[in-house]
């Protein structure tokens, strides 16, 4: 089935750096969403994002959904090592009511 | 958001028998997901649960190894028939948020290792 194409496939940071990934399709997607996943854990979704260009924060995340409507990113400050875990994004594309998911960034934290 | 509980949260079965698995939501909801993630792995769709229909199976999933029940609103069981090994994996239970909204929220999962 359709998925998203998620980069990178794995980090690994000292603690305190900036952190990015991404996920783009060649379909225009409505929504997109941000989870993290904890080990033995279900996704806990992070962020929303609903219209072209939204820019939004939680805390130290911040997400944007492209203006081609076709990726978004997830930007994380300052990391520490709870940021650990597999980050995953997700999405309707057109009419489609399934939720389309990329294949994970995992992040590993160095204290 | 909506709070979902599973259970159990983890089993080792034997080939060839059942398990189901429960799904409970804190509020009412109206469409229920049931998702398979293998280790590594992102998430599967298996079916999607409205409350007094039939579930509808993403390909791949058929009803007879993962027959699914929806007596109401908040509730929701998948049951993982006829196990083999091919099974274990993360089966994951969520549902939207406030009607309306296209967010999904998830259970914790339920591990399951089959010999």
């Known amino acids: 089935g359709q998925q998203l194409n998620q980069s990178p496939q794995s980090m690994f940071i000292q603690e305190g750096e900036d952190v990015s990934m991404n996920c783009t399709s060649s379909?225009?997607?409505?929504?997109w969403l941000w989870y993290k996943q904890d080990p033995g854990e279900g996704p806990v979704l992070l962020i929303a994002?609903?219209?072209a260009g939204e820019l939004t924060s939680n805390g130290r995340l911040t997400a944007q959904f492209g203006i081609t409507r076709k990726d978004s990113f997830l930007n994380i400050s300052a990391s520490i090592p709870s940021d650990v875990g597999i980050y995953f994004c997700?999405?309707?594309?057109?009419?489609?009511?399934?939720?389309?998911w990329g294949l994970g960034t995992s992040l590993a934290v160095n204290p | 958001s909506a709070v979902i509980s599973q259970k159990p949260s983890r089993d080792i079965c034997q080939r060839g028998t059942s398990l189901t698995i429960q799904c409970q939501v804190d509020?009412?909801?109206?469409?229920m997901f049931w998702y398979r993630q293998q280790p590594g792995q992102s998430l599967t769709l298996i079916a999607t649960?409205?409350?007094?229909?039939?579930?509808?199976?993403e390909s791949g999933f058929v009803i007879d190894k993962f027959p699914i029940s929806r007596p109401n609103l908040t509730f929701s069981t998948l049951t993982v028939s006829n196990m083999s090994p091919e099974d274990s994996s993360i089966y994951l239970c969520?549902?939207?948020?406030?009607?309306?909204?296209?967010?999904?929220?998830f259970g914790p999962g339920t591990r399951l290792t089959v010999l």
């Open positions: 997700a999405g309707y594309a057109g009419n489609n009511r399934k939720l389309i």
């Open positions: 969520s549902s939207k948020g406030a009607e309306g909204t296209d967010t999904q929220y």
């Open positions: 379909s225009i997607f409505n929504t």
């Open positions: 649960a409205n409350q007094g229909s039939e579930a509808t199976y």
């Open positions: 509020s009412q909801v109206t469409m």
């Open positions: 994002l609903y219209k």
